[in-house]
């Protein structure tokens, strides 16, 4: 199965967009790639996925490569309460043997 | 967005007791279940995977007679640890899967303190 790469950590300033990179270069064909975060002692919530168009809701758009080796989550504005760590994981249809890594700790500062 | 719910969210039991967590997805049918836990400042680690009306899947380590899961129904799963102890106080997380396009939601967590 998959796995992503991500920078441990980044900072954005208020009201900016943050963009967050994750490399997923063995990817297969069937797997999706998701975004989620997690605020300290919550559990993670849901962002966005995508297969291979992009993919746009109220929360963040997100930004898969013609060769979906690499996506980009984009928070449009960021905010105070958009500090967390959001992880980037390629989950088969089936739900199958997918693993959380690390995740990058986003900042943001006022 | 689709709910999944855990109850309780923190619960402290003694050394040598049993402890239930529920994980409840409130407005989809999840076919399948997926139980975590998260030390502090790490990742979460998946301890098992469910199927509603089948047993359990469990990770490579996990004992599943000290960690029992029970999905009886398509929007309910129980996990029990059984015999706890200290060394089992971490932070439990569930998730379901379902809805139209099969996301996986997660749910609140569970603290649990083995005393």
């Known amino acids: 199965d998959a796995k992503t790469t991500q920078p441990p950590s980044m900072d954005c300033a208020e009201g900016r967009a943050a963009n967050l990179p994750c490399n997923h270069s063995?990817?297969?064909?069937?797997?999706?790639v998701y975004w989620y975060r997690q605020i300290h002692s919550q559990g993670p919530q849901y962002i966005i996925h995508?297969?291979?168009n992009n993919e746009t809701n109220e929360m963040a758009s997100l930004i898969i490569t013609e060769d979906r080796k690499s996506s980009t989550l984009i928070l449009p504005h960021a905010t105070l309460r958009d500090t967390a760590v959001y992880y980037c994981?390629?989950?088969?249809?089936?739900?199958?043997?997918?693993?959380f890594g690390p995740g990058t700790r986003l900042s943001v500062l006022p | 967005g689709a709910v999944v719910s855990q109850h309780p969210s923190w619960v402290i039991c003694k050394s040598g007791t049993s402890v239930k967590i529920e994980c409840r997805s409130l407005?989809?049918?999840?076919?399948?279940m997926f139980w975590y836990r998260q030390f502090p400042k790490q990742s979460l680690m998946l301890m098992a995977t469910?199927?509603?009306?089948?047993?359990?899947?469990?990770e490579q380590g996990v004992e599943k007679d000290k960690f029992l899961i029970n999905h009886a129904s398509l929007t309910l799963s129980t996990l029990t640890v059984t015999s706890a102890h200290p060394e089992d106080s971490s932070f439990y997380i569930c998730?379901?899967?379902?809805?139209?396009?099969?996301?996986?939601?997660f749910g609140e967590g569970s603290w649990l303190t083995v005393v």
């Open positions: 995508g297969l291979k």
């Open positions: 407005d989809f049918q999840a076919t399948t």
């Open positions: 469910s199927n509603e009306g089948s047993k359990a899947t469990y």
């Open positions: 994981i390629a989950i088969n249809n089936y739900g199958q043997n997918f693993v």
């Open positions: 063995t990817i297969s064909g069937n797997e999706y």
């Open positions: 998730s379901a899967r379902g809805g139209g396009r099969n996301t996986i939601y």
